[in-house]
């Protein structure tokens, strides 16, 4: 079992639906994740962090967060064309193991105008 | 502004060449790291170093070297014993729950 597990994609919505992205985990101690959205060859860009569970928005995204199933996802409404990119889902490592992020393959999202 | 500098943007290796691939940063992180990137997949980790002049091996590190000999840089070489080095390269740095990354390094085997 990969320690992050993502939707395998492409996922394509027309504009203005709402995208949905999910993300499973392995580790049950882990505490932190994030979401980040990369355009091809581009670096990632951080979307969303967080930390509780529960619903977390910023704007057109909202993260949701559940520990005891082990799942985060981001939804994405009113998805613009701009919002075509991979998203990644990444969880961060335990200090003791340099708190590295540890990334899901990616999804690839495409919104049709 | 601060931020994480990675250079050269593009690289070609010929067989059997080392080659290194630059990273500084100038915000005063202590943990920095290397990811490689195939197409289509999420980042593996190859080497992470959490202070000057120690660094842990990542998932990948088999045919990589790194050094930190200073806070600001974090060098990433690729050996002539990885076989297939072809990949997007990013270097990114810590604090906290901060994460930065650079803008990346395209190797290419010629």
């Known amino acids: 079992q990969k320690e992050v597990e993502q939707n395998s994609g492409p996922l394509s919505v027309p504009e203005g639906a709402i995208a949905s992205l999910n993300c499973t985990y392995s580790?049950?101690?882990?505490?932190?994740f994030f979401w980040y959205r990369q355009y091809s060859g581009k670096s990632p860009e951080l979307i969303m962090s967080i930390y509780s569970n529960g619903d977390k928005e910023d704007g057109r995204f909202t993260a949701q967060l559940n520990k005891a199933s082990q799942y985060v996802s981001l939804l994405i409404r009113d998805s613009q064309p701009s919002d075509s990119a991979t998203y990644l889902c990444?969880?961060?490592?335990?200090?003791?193991?340099?708190?590295?992020?540890?990334f899901g393959q990616g999804t690839e999202l495409s919104v049709k105008p | 502004d601060g931020g994480i500098t990675q250079s050269p943007k593009y690289l070609f290796r010929k067989e059997g060449q080392n080659v290194t691939l630059s990273c500084e940063q100038n915000l005063n992180h202590d943990a920095m790291y290397w990811y490689r990137q195939d197409p289509g997949q999420g980042l593996r980790l190859i080497y992470y170093?959490?202070?000057?002049?120690?660094?842990q091996k990542g998932d990948i590190a088999e045919g990589y070297s790194v050094s930190r000999e200073k806070k600001e840089s974090f060098p990433l070489t690729v050996t002539s014993a990885q076989k297939n080095p072809t990949a997007f390269y990013l270097c990114?740095?810590?604090?906290?729950?901060?994460?930065?990354f650079g803008s990346g390094t395209r190797l290419t085997v010629v």
């Open positions: 990444a969880v961060q490592g335990p200090y003791n193991q340099g708190g590295k992020l540890i």
């Open positions: 990114a740095s810590r604090l906290n729950y901060g994460y930065t």
């Open positions: 170093s959490q202070i000057v002049n120690d660094f």
């Open positions: 580790d049950r101690g882990s505490q932190s």
